[in-house]
């Protein structure tokens, strides 16, 4: 009864270790670090270890026969261990292969441990930006773990933050990007450009939403990327000299604006300088 006791004690943290060891793998590269993959495999299996060991002695563990404690802890710590995804991660560090981004060998090329069909390693290319969803080889250009339709590689180009763009087509995360979704009418690729972004030591962080403004012949756009991706066309008087500022404001050659991230809508500030405007 005494060591029943004490292994329920020491099972009783498990639920919290299964809580907390996915933040060992959650760090950039952590998952290629073998030592943080079998740490985290140990404590996904950690009461399967204590019911291998009373299956051993052929002990009951509280009146619970030792055959039906290894059954019982090895389905739950078996589904744990799939849902981390361990079995993959294992198996591709063992062989080499990252399970974090873009990763090429002689053989294949693989995305976070995902082998990519039909991509050439031998012409492969590393995105050029961190953590970016796009890659190509010679003939075909990736959005992720699959062929980007259309897209042609010799002259396509990651513009960043799910932004792409080749000499006749604009992407946003894998698909062409429609100003319109009822006319299809696309961006155009010759004159699209991301509205740039400008930071004045001292001032405080520009928001993440700036990033979403961009511009083409045909005026200035706003992209709502946190509502199903929907673009708000913007009435301004310069569209081709807008940037944004950081705390909220914006401004082209003759007016400075207000930003209102949450209806996505820019308000006129009477009376301001574009030239000598500096936000709060």
Do not use: H
Request: hydrophobic fraction near 50%.
């Amino acid at each position: 009864m005494i060591i029943n006791i004490l292994v329920l004690l020491l099972l009783l943290p498990w639920p919290l270790i299964v809580m907390m060891s996915p933040m060992l793998i959650a760090a950039p590269a952590a998952v290629d670090r073998r030592s943080n993959l079998l740490m985290v495999s140990a404590m996904a299996l950690y009461p399967f270890f204590f019911a291998l060991l009373f299956y051993a002695a052929q002990r009951p563990f509280f009146g619970i026969s030792a055959n039906t404690c290894l059954a019982i802890s090895a389905l739950c710590c078996g589904i744990l261990f799939v849902l981390y995804g361990l079995p993959r991660m294992l198996w591709n560090n063992f062989r080499g292969i990252a399970n974090e981004g873009y990763f090429a060998t002689r053989r294949a090329v693989y995305l976070n441990g995902k082998r990519i069909a039909k991509a050439q390693p031998a012409s492969f290319r590393q995105p050029v930006k961190m953590f970016s969803p796009y890659a190509r080889d010679a003939e075909r250009v990736f959005f992720k773990t699959t062929v980007l339709a259309g897209a042609d590689a010799g002259s396509f180009i990651d513009l960043g933050d799910d932004f792409a763009k080749d000499a006749t087509t604009v992407f946003f995360r894998g698909k062409v990007l429609l100003l319109d979704t009822e006319s299809k009418r696309a961006a155009d690729a010759s004159s699209f450009a991301r509205v740039p972004r400008l930071k004045v030591p001292g001032e405080q962080e520009i928001d993440a939403f700036a990033r979403d403004f961009f511009r083409d012949s045909t005026g200035l756009y706003w992209l709502k990327r946190w509502q199903r991706d929907q673009i708000v066309k913007l009435e301004v008087a310069d569209a081709q000299s807008f940037i944004v500022l950081s705390g909220g404001y914006a401004k082209d050659k003759q007016q400075v604006y207000q930003l209102d991230e949450r209806a996505y809508q820019i308000s006129v500030v009477a009376g301001a300088d574009p030239a000598s405007f500096r936000p709060d």
